[in-house]
Every structure is written in C-alpha cells, then in structure tokens.
C-alpha cells in the first residue's frame, strides 16, 4: 500500500511543478526555454519537492508568491 501512496505523492509532486511552472512562465512572461534556465539554476524543483507538504496544502498563486520571494532572496531578477 505504501507504493500507491508513494506513487500518488509523486504524480501530485509533478503535477504541482508543472502548473508552477505555466504559472511562473506566464506571469513573469518568459518563454519556455527562460523559464526552464530560470528553474534549473535557482533549482525550483528541488525547492517545490522540498516544500511539498506546504505547497500541496495551499493553491498555485501563494505558491507561486512563495517561489517569487526565494528566488528574490536569492539573488534573481524576474
């Protein structure tokens, strides 16, 4: 049983990254390529796997707010 749950939280986690990641893109209005340099360098997936257990609990935008301010603390420009 631990496999489908292991499983479900996995296919949530993907989901969560890909709607972060259309948001972001079209919010900051970059491209696809832009976008994805932006998440690889500052390493936003590892960011959103880390927060998971908040992020799945709230919705996209606060996410996305979230995301904002850790790559402003971070030294980003979007």
Do not use: P
């Not at 360098?41 to 904002?68: P, R, S, V, W």
């Amino acid at each position: 049983m631990s496999e489908v749950i292991g499983e479900k939280k996995e296919d949530d986690l993907f989901l969560i990254q890909i709607r972060l990641f259309r948001l972001a893109q079209n919010k900051w209005n970059l491209d696809e390529k832009e976008c994805s340099n932006l998440f690889n360098k500052y390493k936003i997936y590892d960011y959103i796997e880390t927060c998971y257990e908040f992020f799945h609990l709230q919705g996209d935008e606060a996410n996305l707010t979230d995301i904002e301010n850790y790559l402003k603390n971070n030294g980003a420009e979007i």
